[in-house]
Structure formats: C-alpha cells, structure tokens
T-cell receptor, first 111, second 114 residues
C-alpha cells in the first residue's frame, strides 16, 4: 500500500540552526511527493513538491530531493527563523485521487 | 483570488444529532476532496469528486457519512447520528486536474461532539 513515515517531533531549534525533517515513503510506481506546512490556526499550505526521481523542490529557503533509491524526501533548511514555527506534513500522491499524509512534525524555533 | 472556503469553521453538537458542512472550492477546480484530521495526526482521505461525480470513497466513510456535489461546484458533507469519535477537523481541498497537481486546502471545520 501507500504510506508516509515522518520523523517524530516535536523539534525545537534555535534561530539560524539547520533543520532536517526526515520523510520516507512506501508506494507502488512513481508517486509525486509534497511537503505541506500548517501554521498555528491556519489551513494546510503547499510548501514544495517533486514529481519524479532526483527532482528537487524548493521554496522559502526549504528544499527536499526525491530519492527513489532510499524512498525518501527529507525536508531541509539551512537557517530557520522564528516564523518557520509550524507543523510540517510530508505527503505522497500516486494517482492524484488522494494524498497520503504523514503524522506531521511540529517545529518550534526559539529566538 | 479566493481560496477554498469552508463553513462553518467550528461546530459543537450533541451526540446523535446530524451536522452538515459546506465547502466552496477554487472556482476553476474540477476536483474536490474531503479529509478528516484528528489531533496529532495527518489528514486522512474520505472521498473525492470530479465535477459532480463521486469517484472514490474511503472505508473511513461509514454509512452515517454522505457527501454531495450537486452542480460540480460546492460540496456538502453530512454526518448523521454523530458520535463522539466523529470529533475531528474536516478538511476540504480542491485541485485543477489529476496526476501531479497539488491540492489546495481550506481552513477546515472543527467538529466537537459532546
């Protein structure tokens, strides 16, 4: 079946620290991979996506590379800010008919 | 530019009552999805529509749940005889076409069953 496993949180970092949130997936075929972010009190927003192996998605300083050999899509940012505090969800889509989400990783960045 | 909207944002109801939620997708999007999210979990797929046709339903969608999209625009999700286990955030999303396109999510309707 299709599933996503995310690194458990919560994660607490100091401002300007390096961020990695691990995500691995199980899927048949070639899924599209996504990172969504949910800020406090707001809905899910697309952060970045990658649609084929070796693609790198990037947005707002965040990056993730679609690694088929390790079935991973880890989220990274070189220098986090307080405003990055949110819950991050990794997701996959096989057919576009539904998304499969991970359980989410809560990030808190302290000044 | 208007995104996906949902109404109401919050609903408190007593066990056994019926509730109905509405979702208005982005206007040019022909696909509409419903998800349920409980505390500490990611969204779980419930059902989706392409235009007015309901094409897929999750086994999470028990007989007490029904969704419609009568004219291929807005959608409603009804829960009959609510149970405490139905307490969750109900999310609606829309997309332009299938395949690689991302889904755009609404703010959700938080249901509390007392």
């Amino acid at each position: 079946g299709n599933s996503v496993t995310q690194m458990e949180g919560p994660v607490t970092l100091s401002e300007e620290a390096f961020l990695t949130i691990n995500c691995t997936y199980t899927a048949t075929g070639y899924p599209s991979l996504f990172w969504y972010v949910q800020y406090p009190g707001e809905g899910l927003q697309l952060l970045l996506k990658a649609t084929k192996a070796d693609d790198k998605g990037s947005n707002k300083g965040f990056e993730a590379t679609y690694r088929k050999e390790t079935t991973s899509f880890h989220l990274e940012k070189g220098s986090v800010q307080v405003s990055d505090s949110a819950v991050y969800f990794c997701a996959l889509s096989r057919t576009g008919n539904q998304f499969y989400f991970g359980t989410g990783t809560s990030l808190t960045v302290i000044p | 530019d208007t995104g996906v909207s949902q109404d109401p944002r919050h609903k408190i109801t007593k066990r056994g009552q019926n509730v109905t939620f509405r979702c208005d997708p982005i206007s040019e999007h022909n696909r509409l999805y419903w998800y349920r999210q409980t505390l500490g979990q990611g969204p779980e797929f419930l059902t989706y529509f392409q235009n007015e046709a309901q094409l897929e339903k999750s086994r999470l969608l028990s007989d007490r749940f029904s969704a419609e999209r009568p004219k291929g625009s807005f959608s409603t999700l009804e829960i009959q005889r609510t149970e405490q286990g139905d307490s969750a955030m109900y999310l609606c999303a829309s997309s332009l076409r299938q395949g690689r396109d991302e889904q755009y999510f609404g703010p959700g309707t938080r249901l509390t069953v007392t």
